[in-house]
């Protein structure tokens, strides 16, 4: 499945995509958030030492866990007094629901092949006819090292344009209005 690496740029596309003035689009810790979320489904591989068994791919990366992860965030902003609350509510599901589609354009080495995608409505893995994301692989080992490098390449090629791109709209959308 993708990097931490193409998870968090995925989130910085959702970060430089609905930011609503200057201010949004240069606040350092909104854009790591956004990043944070995209990539934090894979914290089920730590599960793992709880119970020895694998959980990756599994309910985080649904889209039910998307929307509690929205609706939880929504409340806190709200008790928080955020203003946009439910907005940002709104992009934190979005932002995490992006992790599973990801990994659905991912090619999978390691069983289950590819995630839970409709959890709660259904259990059934789901991964693309079409791998657009390489693998990467969790084992210490130089072959690991040069996979997961050329895998973090190839999403920053794959990446870098989209986000140079939303930063250029923003920037010119922003100057305009």
């Known amino acids: 499945m993708a990097s931490p690496l193409g998870h968090a740029l995925t989130g910085l596309a959702v970060h430089l995509a609905s930011a609503r003035d200057e ?5 350092g810790w909104r854009a790591l958030g956004f990043a944070f979320l995209a990539a934090a489904a894979d914290l089920d591989l730590l599960a793992r030492f709880v ?34 609350a439910a907005r940002m509510g709104g992009l934190a599901g979005l932002t995490w629901s992006l992790h599973g589609l990801v990994d659905f354009m991912s090619r999978g080495t390691n069983a289950p092949f590819g995630p839970m995608l409709l959890w709660p409505f ?6 693309s006819p079409v791998i657009v994301f390489l693998d990467t692989a969790r084992t210490l080992s130089w072959a690991t090292v040069r996979k997961d490098a050329l895998a973090m390449l190839w999403e920053s090629v794959l990446l870098g344009p989209v986000l140079l791109v939303l930063w250029s709209l923003q920037r010119r959308r922003l100057r305009v209005s």
């Open 23 to 27: 201010v949004e689009l240069r606040r």
């Open 51 to 84: 119970d020895g068994r694998s959980h990756h791919h599994g309910v985080s990366h649904s889209v039910g866990f998307a929307v509690a992860v929205g609706v939880a965030f929504g409340l806190w902003a709200r008790w928080r007094r955020w203003p946009g």
């Open 122 to 127: 259904s259990s059934r893995y789901w991964i």
